[in-house]
């Protein structure tokens, strides 16, 4: 199929943090008749960022837990790579990867939080769905790929890059911020407004999403709090009082972990916007 025979399907970008639940919620999306998401690639989890030569993926600014703190990372339409010859690179980069007889082509990448912008300016019309887990959750998994990274790095990493998701979100035509935990508490009523946004008829699957994930996360949050080492102690203290005003901020506590609020989004009216 030639790319302008897609011209009339629809875009939707998933984006969100490494270990924030862009993959799995990929997927349940792509189970979805109306949905097609990448397939086949060979490349990590399946991501657009890894089959392209458009924009520099991730990696390029340190990967997980750091590529935020590049400015460089941070694409809006005012990047000199907004082209229409860059639009039709990328389509042609994606689409023997996806089933495009279906009407919404999904692409997942972690770097989309910050390239929302840039990718809108490429395709008007595309959807944007982020994903925002708890920025416990998120650092003491990424630590476990970035061991020689300190918490307070990968935090900090995690404000980053959503202060610049909450910069863009006024720019954008059709965005729908979700956070994890909401899923995973009660996936069935937050993929049916998922659905909505996203204009699917019927049900979008709910047997892959998993209620578990955090777990052991929260646990070793709680052991180092009150741990017999007095310097995880002093460590867990330190990071509290760093960081928590900014967590409730986005509707977490690193204090209560269950507490969890809405996502802000100051100024944004419209329904299709908000999570």
Do not use: C
């Amino acid at each position: 199929m030639a790319t302008g025979e897609i011209d009339d399907r629809r875009l939707v970008f998933v984006a969100g943090l490494h270990r924030s639940g862009t993959t799995p919620l990929a997927r349940v999306l792509a189970q979805h008749p109306q949905v097609s998401g990448l397939a086949g690639t060979g490349v990590t989890e399946d991501e657009g960022q890894h089959l392209q030569s458009v924009y520099p993926p991730a990696l390029t600014y340190g990967g997980p837990g750091r590529f935020a703190r590049d400015p460089r990372a941070h694409l809006t339409e005012t990047s000199r790579l907004v082209t229409p010859d860059n639009a039709h690179r990328l389509l042609i980069a994606w689409q023997p990867y996806w089933d495009t007889s279906r009407e919404l082509l999904l692409e997942k990448s972690p770097p989309n939080l910050v390239m929302t912008r840039f990718l809108q300016a490429l395709f008007p019309d595309a959807s944007f769905v982020v994903v925002v887990r708890h920025p416990v959750s998120v650092t003491l998994a990424t630590h476990k790929w970035r061991s020689h990274t300190t918490l307070s790095h990968l935090l900090e990493h995690w404000f980053m890059a959503h202060d610049l998701l909450r910069e863009d979100l006024p720019h954008l035509r059709r965005a729908h911020v979700l956070k994890y935990e909401d899923l995973v508490a009660a996936p069935g009523s937050v993929l049916e407004e998922l659905g909505q946004f996203l204009g699917l008829t019927g049900t979008v699957p709910t047997d892959q999403v998993r209620t578990d994930q955090s777990r052991s996360y929260e646990q070793r949050w709680d052991s180092m709090a009150a741990s017999n080492k007095p310097w995880q102690r002093r460590q867990h203290q330190k990071l509290v009082s760093t960081y928590e005003s900014r967590a409730n901020d986005y509707g977490y506590s690193l204090v209560d972990l269950d507490q969890v609020g809405p996502f802000p989004l100051p100024g944004i009216e419209d329904r299709s916007r908000t999570a």
